[in-house]
């Protein structure tokens, strides 16, 4: 998609992006930058998250997203350069391999994982809905998952409660600020074609084969659809959605079977 053939929806807005150095964050990134946002990269990754401001014209912030000072130096950061902040895509999050099955993850895997995914998430909205009351306005999307929605046999047991647990919270904090101009959305994207998954099912082919099969569309998401649906919540044209769960899963969700 060019840059002619998006819409400008967000121009002069403020974005903090984390996890913005590779996946659905750098492809959010690139998108609300064509779009006309200031886009604030956040990730641990010093080289990619550079890389990924740079190429949006945007400004880099390192951060460690389980860090509350980190945190709220990275909001800070983007209220004081561009005075605002518009739009937290809080998007940080990690799959690894020693989350399995409940009776083969260890602790010390659960409490990771909890912290990148779900903790990470509080700080975000903790450090970003101050700024936002006092613009009477901004939009929060918390990048969930379609396994907040659905079980799998073939689970991965700390992210998906970590991902249950951001639905939950954000449907609590868009009531809650519903009336200050604030939207608070959960993204469930289902499987969606980045390294993260790239590598997870190069180790496991038939773990993806049994996935994909269940896909009404018969494929795996790219980050650039996860991104069209992260400016339109992001954007004034969502301005009556908010404290749900915004699936773009294929048909995942609705499918009792799937074509042949």
């Known amino acids: 998609m060019t840059e002619e053939t998006v819409c400008r929806r967000l121009v002069g807005r403020t974005a903090v992006v984390t996890g913005a150095g590779s996946g659905i964050g750098l492809a959010s990134a690139r ?3 064509a ?10 990754d010093e080289v990619r998250g550079k890389a990924a401001a740079d190429e949006v014209g945007g400004l880099f ?3 460690d997203v389980t860090d509350p ?6 909001f800070r950061t983007a209220y004081d350069t561009y005075g605002s902040v518009d739009i937290a ?3 940080a999050g990690i799959s690894p391999p020693d989350d399995d099955s409940i009776l083969e993850t260890g602790l010390e895997a659960w409490k990771r994982v909890q912290e990148v995914n ?6 975000c909205c903790k450090a970003a809905i101050p700024y936002m009351r006092r613009q009477g306005k901004g939009s929060i999307i918390n990048t969930a998952s379609f396994v907040a929605r659905m079980g799998a046999a073939t689970s991965q047991i700390s992210y998906t409660a970590s991902k249950g647990g951001v639905l939950a919270m954000s449907r609590e904090l868009g009531v809650q600020f519903a009336r200050e101009g604030i939207r608070v959305n959960a993204l469930c994207p289902g499987p969606v ?9 190069a180790k496991d082919p038939e773990r993806a084969a049994r996935r994909l099969v269940h896909i009404p569309l018969g494929r795996f998401a790219e980050a650039e659809e996860i991104a069209a649906a992260v400016a339109f919540l992001a954007s004034d044209d969502s301005s009556f959605v908010n404290a749900t769960d915004f699936l773009v899963d294929g048909g995942i969700a609705g499918a009792y079977v799937t074509p042949l």
């Open 61 to 63: 912030v390192q951060t």
């Open 35 to 44: 779009e006309g946002a200031y886009v604030v990269c956040a990730d641990v």
């Open 193 to 201: 074609n980045t390294p993260l998954l790239q590598e997870l099912f």
């Open 118 to 123: 779900l903790t990470s998430v509080y700080l």
């Open 31 to 33: 998108r609300l930058a």
């Open 89 to 91: 895509f809080n998007n």
């Open 69 to 74: 000072e980190q945190v709220e130096t990275l």
